[in-house]
C-alpha cells in the first residue's frame, strides 16, 4: 500500500508584506553559518529567533508562534531548538514574566564544533526513541 506523500506547510506572508529595500545589505549569512550542517528546518528557526531577537529582552516567540512563522511543526520547531541550543549556537533563559521561554544567540566562541552535531541528533533521536519504548 503506497502512502500519499504528506503537504508542507508554508509560513503565511504578512498582510503587510513589503518586498525589502534594494540595497543587496539586508541578508547576510556568515560563511561559519553556511559551513556549519544546520538542516532546513533548523536554519530557519535560528532565522527567525536572530530576526527577532532585542538585546533587552531577547526572542520570546512561543514555539507555537515560530511553528506558524516558520511553516513547520511544533515538534520540529522544538527539536530545532534542542539542537541549536546544545551546539552552543542559542542560548535558552526562563521567561519570569511568562511561560515562554527566551532565547538568545551566543558569541561564535561559544558554538560547538560542526562535527560535534551529528552526535547531538543523535542523541536526541535515541531519547527520544527511549520515550517511545516507554510508552
Given amino acids: 500500500m503506497s502512502q500519499k506523500p504528506r503537504r508542507q506547510k508554508h509560513p503565511k506572508p504578512p498582510k503587510n508584506w513589503q518586498p525589502p529595500p534594494d540595497d543587496k545589505g539586508t541578508i547576510l549569512v556568515r560563511r561559519e553559518l553556511d559551513e556549519y550542517g544546520l538542516n532546513i528546518y533548523e536554519f530557519r528557526v535560528l532565522a527567525h529567533v536572530a530576526r527577532r531577537e532585542s538585546k533587552a529582552e531577547g526572542c520570546y516567540a512561543s514555539q507555537a508562534k ?28 526562563k521567561n519570569e514574566k511568562g511561560r515562554t521561554n527566551i532565547y538568545r544567540l551566543n558569541e561564535g566562541s561559544k558554538w560547538k564544533h560542526p562535527s560535534e552535531l551529528e552526535k547531538i541528533r543523535k542523541a536526541e533521536e535515541s531519547q527520544e526513541d527511549e520515550l517511545l519504548n516507554l510508552i
Fill in 66 to 93: 515560530m511553528a506558524e512563522v516558520c511553516g513547520i511543526s511544533q515538534r520540529t520547531v522544538l527539536q530545532a531548538l534542542k539542537t541549536l541550543c546544545q551546539a552552543g549556537i542559542l542560548r535558552k533563559e
